[in-house]
């Protein structure tokens, strides 16, 4: 499968990682940073973890050249920091974070991401051992509940109404069935986007426990960091992108860390071209002090 690691250069740079280093891929995925992390590497490793057992053993297989000097865990971002106590691991290098779900979620129709792959279950989940889909919250959740959820997580300014026409249209089971009420209830205009993108973002990220996993990763940030470690995190959408600069902002200002990117970080033009997906990356960095 091709995988793309979104601002590998810029993500590389800013760790200034140390051929000695310990580090840690909160989320490996398919294993595209953390390969570029281990290739540098000579005595030090690679903590790779991800949510998705799926994705790991795909990145297991992927990442076998350099697996003497790669740990992988399954570890949600709230885990982090008990994963390392138990490596005996005081604090990390680096750490790298792509927040979001992975291209291999989004495009494998039975993850049940995509707007496109109508047949979809309604699904969502970042790893198949939660119990929770998304079908369960447009199923289960009050009109006010489902409007409450489509405005404060993707913003939605539709949200009652296209909560009120899910409701009337129970049960809901697949992608397919979503985005035709979405777009009944809401007909497509001018722009590009399906009109069902920011109910499917919100439904995904309630879901996953997105935000409150990333609240989680923020707060441990300087128990995972060693000093003079660095936190490099890539954000796709304006909630996490927030979220991360006033956090790393605050850490700045307490005294914790040095903000390295004092402005957000996008990727190149040539990235963009050659792997369209990364578009909409913001990348930020900090150095713990």
């Known amino acids: 499968m091709q995988h793309y690691p979104v601002m590998c250069e810029q993500v590389l740079s800013y760790l200034a990682v140390r051929a000695d280093g310990c580090y840690l891929d909160a989320t490996c995925g398919l294993g595209g940073h953390t390969r570029a992390i281990a290739e540098r590497l000579t005595s030090g490793r690679v903590i790779a973890c991800d949510r998705d057992a ?13 697996s003497d000097r790669i740990i992988l865990r399954q570890a949600l971002f709230s885990e982090l920091e008990k994963l390392l106590a138990e490596l005996d691991v005081a604090g990390v290098n680096g750490l790298v974070a792509d927040l979001g779900p992975s291209y291999y979620q989004l495009t494998n129709p039975e993850r049940g991401f995509s707007l496109y792959a109508s047949a979809a279950p309604l699904d969502m989940r970042m790893g ?6 998304a079908a369960d919250l447009v199923n289960r959740l009050s009109e006010d509940e489902l409007a409450d959820l489509f405005y404060r997580l993707a913003g939605e300014r539709r949200a009652r109404k296209l909560a009120r026409a899910l409701v009337r249209a129970r049960p809901v089971r697949t992608m397919g069935e979503l985005a035709r009420i979405v777009e009944s209830a809401a007909p497509r205009g001018k722009g590009r986007l399906h009109p069902a993108t920011r109910v499917a973002l919100a439904l995904r990220m309630a879901v996953n426990r997105e935000l409150e996993e990333l609240e989680a990763l923020l707060e441990a940030l300087p128990r995972l960091l060693a000093p003079g470690g660095r936190a490099v995190m890539v954000a796709f959408h304006s909630t996490e992108d927030t979220i991360v600069k006033h956090r790393f902002r605050d850490l700045a200002r307490r005294g914790v860390v040095r903000l390295l990117s004092k402005h957000v970080v996008r990727p190149q033009a040539q990235e963009v071209r050659e792997n369209p997906p990364s578009r909409s990356a913001r990348l930020r960095a900090v150095e713990r002090i």
């Open 128 to 133: 198949r051992s939660q119990p929770l889909t």
């Open 54 to 66: 799926e994705s790991l053993e795909i990145a297991a297989r992927n990442l076998e050249p350099w």
